[in-house]
């Protein structure tokens, strides 16, 4: 009788030390919408690797959850173990092969010279020549943004409709990018900015033929705007988390970061017809500086209002 009656206490204790832990957790901004909690969604696609795949299965430690880098390591070290996934199903495996092989058919048309139009049609809507630089830097941005490329193309292989979060976050964007709040404006410039910086990061140098990397990032942004959890989301929430160093953070306000960034990959493409190898750092730097400044004095405004 003694020992149930011990055990019952200690039951009771644990759970209302967890309950504690998970309102403590709650209100330092940590959980929130159902982002960062243990109920996270299973990606919706396998093929979805880079930009809206939920990477974090587990609850995470809170140190793990408020680390950008480590969340960033994540995504990227996801982005090419996922791809073994790949081998194991013939529905992906024959479509991933099929791009490779004109990938490589395809470089090399361009190594002999071969620039007829066909060629540079196919290199364009298949991001072909990505990473295809002398520059290490270069390299590591083409090699993402053909693993971003080949993700979006996979998708389409999965069994599932791609286009379901995508219509769904059409259909939030409207919501978010019309606003007169500066606050929320600068959470736009501040989204754009960064997709324009991570468009020129993948493209290696922005040209017309590389602007395929912006039609993907605009895709898979609103893919994951249109989803609960994801890898774009959980980076995003990180960064806001450890600026905001612990305090609420308005998964609102997440959402209209990325609505910004699905913006600044669409504003990528025409910026890429200037021939400025470098646009998109120019721009997405002005863009995140502006947002930033902009969302600096916006909240000074409120301190001072209050």
Same mark, same amino acid.
């Given at each position: 009788?003694?020992?149930?009656?011990?055990?019952?206490?200690?039951?009771?204790?644990?759970?209302?030390?967890?309950?504690?832990?998970?309102? &403590?957790?709650?209100? &330092?901004?940590?959980?929130?919408?159902?982002?960062?909690?243990?109920?996270?969604?299973?990606?919706?696609?396998?093929?979805?690797?880079?930009?809206?795949?939920?990477?974090?299965?587990?609850?995470?430690?809170?140190?793990?959850?408020?680390?950008?880098?480590?969340?960033?390591?994540?995504?990227?070290?996801?982005?090419?173990? +996922?791809?073994?996934?790949?081998?194991?199903?013939?529905?992906?495996?024959?479509?991933?092969?099929?791009?490779?092989?004109?990938?490589?058919?395809?470089?090399?048309?361009?190594?002999?010279?071969? +620039?007829?139009?066909?060629?540079?049609?196919?290199?364009?809507?298949?991001?072909?020549?990505?990473?295809?630089?002398?520059?290490?830097?270069?390299?590591?941005?083409?090699?993402?943004?053909?693993?971003?490329?080949?993700?979006?193309?996979?998708?389409?292989?999965?069994?599932? +409709?791609?286009?379901? +979060?995508?219509?769904?976050?059409?259909?939030?964007?409207?919501?978010?990018?019309?606003?007169?709040?500066?606050?929320?404006?600068? =959470?736009?410039?501040?989204?754009?900015?960064?997709?324009?910086?991570?468009?020129?990061?993948?493209?290696?140098?922005?040209?017309?033929?590389?602007?395929?990397?912006?039609?993907?990032?605009?895709?898979?942004?609103?893919?994951?705007?249109?989803?609960?959890?994801?890898?774009?989301?959980?980076?995003?929430?990180?960064?806001?988390?450890?600026?905001?160093?612990?305090?609420?953070?308005?998964?609102?306000?997440?959402?209209?970061?990325?609505?910004?960034?699905?913006?600044?990959?669409?504003?990528?493409?025409?910026?890429?017809?200037?021939?400025?190898?470098?646009?998109?750092?120019?721009?997405?730097?002005?863009?995140?500086?502006?947002?930033?400044?902009?969302?600096?004095?916006?909240?000074?405004?409120?301190?001072?209002? =209050?």
């Amino acid at each position: 009788m003694l020992d149930s009656l011990k055990k019952l206490t200690k039951s009771t204790t644990e759970a209302a030390v967890k309950k504690a832990s998970l309102a &403590a957790r709650r209100k &330092a901004g940590l959980v929130a919408g159902g982002l960062m909690d243990n109920h996270i969604d299973a990606p919706a696609f396998s093929g979805e690797i880079l930009l809206s795949q939920s990477l974090i299965y587990k609850e995470p430690a809170a140190d793990s959850i408020l680390n950008p880098l480590k969340v960033l390591t994540q995504g990227i070290s996801s982005l090419f173990s +996922n791809f073994k996934t790949v081998f194991k199903s013939k529905r992906k495996l024959i479509p991933a092969l099929a791009l490779a092989v004109i990938w490589m058919v395809l470089i090399l048309l361009r190594l002999l010279g071969v +620039n007829a139009m066909p060629v540079n049609i196919l290199s364009f809507l298949t991001f072909a020549q990505g990473g295809l630089s002398p520059n290490l830097f270069h390299i590591i941005g083409g090699v993402i943004g053909k693993g971003v490329f080949a993700g979006l193309v996979l998708s389409f292989f999965s069994g599932q +409709n791609p286009l379901q +979060n995508f219509t769904s976050g059409i259909k939030q964007i409207s919501n978010l990018i019309f606003t007169k709040s500066l606050n929320e404006i600068a =959470a736009l410039l501040i989204g754009a900015g960064a997709a324009l910086i991570a468009y020129n990061f993948m493209a290696g140098q922005a040209s017309l033929e590389m602007s395929m990397a912006a039609v993907a990032g605009f895709i898979l942004s609103l893919r994951a705007l249109g989803n609960r959890t994801g890898f774009l989301k959980s980076f995003v929430y990180s960064v806001v988390a450890k600026i905001k160093r612990g305090k609420q953070v308005d998964t609102v306000y997440v959402n209209r970061i990325i609505a910004g960034m699905s913006m600044g990959f669409v504003l990528s493409m025409p910026l890429s017809l200037t021939n400025i190898l470098t646009i998109g750092y120019l721009a997405g730097f002005l863009l995140l500086i502006a947002g930033i400044v902009l969302s600096i004095t916006s909240g000074k405004g409120k301190e001072v209002a =209050a």
